[in-house]
């Protein structure tokens, strides 16, 4: 039964819009009607979402968040284990989710489903939803009749992935806030502050000592080209926001910054991490390797790391082993390149690959958790000198009082 969109006027005249299964969009009218309820569109959803350009599918489809994606996958993949149809299961996740445009997705996926599509076919439908890892992933578990299995490994994939972003989200919390108030407490100090107290030793019309002379520059700097200067960094910083759209100067961007000490590491470690979880799963779920590593490359964010893979996969078709491949990159760590190479020669390799996304994403927690212990002593330090200095620079004339005065 295929899913519509609907807007309509309640009895207060205020707009509501929502997803309603039937046979016929007459079907919906008398439906809404029935509900006191004054229809002024219904379309069929997946005719819209299936017809026209990609870009098009993707405004429509709307966005789901990671928790949401990560929600949606382990209840479908529990329906499904437990032996509910899927047409049933992807209803029943629909209508569960509290989410409009989880609830609208998930419909016109189980329409295609209805129509005799397959489940990867309605998930391709969304490709801002779902990435081509997961549809093929679901393709690869549709033809190997382990559709249960591998929803369960997508639901462990998509939680793990929620997880550690919203591990990120809140380690960066607080030292995003110290930074704010740090500047704001600065900033106050020398625009508001400063000048009151060394204006008292300015009228006496003595020379006064140079610390204190450089924080009155700095003062008068910011207070009078401030505003200036703060709308000068935010015009820079999307200007440079822009620039990394153009791929040349993204992949230079990219290359510099795996050469930047500490944060190469993490970068490393980070993009090797998704890529072997990535590449787990699809291996283990029957997708071919050479397949496997093109959509694996897809969720590589690093430029030359994604550039370094695909290259690998050519190297791979023309019979070269796929940890050689990859060291000869020279981004990939070694121990990443040794589970690979005994994964290949024992034949776990999707094993292997587990173990090194494990021994990657441990390591870029250590290094998120390193950087940011030492990021606020190093910042409080920081504060503590500037501070200093502008007390310094206040309680110097004042301990030079008489010889201002003689």
């Not at 002024?40 to 979402?49: A, C, I, R």
């Not at 190997?144 to 998509?158: K, P, Q």
């Not at 591990?167 to 502050?193: C, D, E, N, R």
């Not at 390797?289 to 694996?296: E, P, R």
Request: glycine share 6%; proline share 4%; net charge positive.
């Amino acid at each position: 039964m295929p899913a519509f969109e609907y807007k309509a006027l309640n009895a207060k005249g205020q707009e509501e819009t929502g997803i309603l299964e039937a046979d016929t969009p007459r079907q919906v009218r008398q439906v809404l009607r029935e509900g006191s309820l004054t229809p002024l569109s219904v379309e069929q959803v997946e005719k819209n979402e299936s017809a026209g350009q990609d870009n098009l599918k993707t405004r429509r489809a709307g966005t789901v968040k990671a928790a949401d994606l990560a929600l949606v996958t382990r209840q479908l993949a529990t329906l499904v284990s437990s032996g509910s149809p899927l047409e049933e299961a992807l209803s029943m996740t629909a209508k569960q989710s509290e989410r409009r445009t989880v609830r609208h997705v998930m419909s016109a996926v189980r329409s295609r489903v209805l129509e005799g599509h397959s489940l990867a076919s309605g998930l391709k439908t969304f490709p801002s939803v779902f990435s081509n890892m997961y549809s093929a992933t679901v393709a690869a578990g549709e033809q190997s009749g382990h559709l249960d299995a591998v929803l369960d490994r997508l639901a462990d994939y998509t939680e793990s992935r929620q997880e550690i972003q919203q591990k990120m989200s809140s380690a960066l919390i607080y030292p995003v806030i110290l930074v704010i108030v740090s500047l704001l407490i600065v900033a106050g100090l020398l625009v508001f502050i400063v000048p009151k107290i060394v204006r008292v030793f300015e009228s006496m019309n003595k020379e006064v000592p140079p610390l204190t002379q450089f924080m009155i520059n700095v003062s008068d700097f910011l207070s009078a080209y401030g505003l200036y200067l703060v709308a000068g960094l935010i015009i820079l910083f999307f200007l440079f926001k822009q620039l990394l759209k153009i791929p040349s100067w993204q992949f230079r961007w990219h290359k510099f910054m795996l050469k930047v000490p500490l944060v190469k590491k993490l970068v490393r470690s980070a993009n090797t991490g998704r890529f072997a979880r990535t590449l787990s799963i699809l291996a283990s779920s029957g997708v071919p390797i050479l397949d496997a590593m093109g959509i694996s490359s897809k969720v590589v964010e690093n430029l030359p790391m994604r550039r370094a893979v695909e290259d690998a996969a050519l190297k791979v078709r023309e019979g070269t082993p796929i940890h050689k491949a990859l060291e000869q990159s020279g981004y990939f760590p070694p121990m990443t390149v040794y589970l690979i190479a005994s994964g290949e020669k024992s034949g776990k390799l999707d094993d292997m690959l587990e173990r090194s996304a494990v021994q990657q994403e441990r390591e870029t927690d250590t290094l998120v958790s390193s950087m940011l212990s030492l990021f606020e002593p190093i910042l409080i330090l920081v504060m503590g000198v500037v501070v200093l200095l502008i007390v310094m620079s206040i309680m110097l004339p004042i301990l030079n009082l008489n010889q201002l005065g003689g």
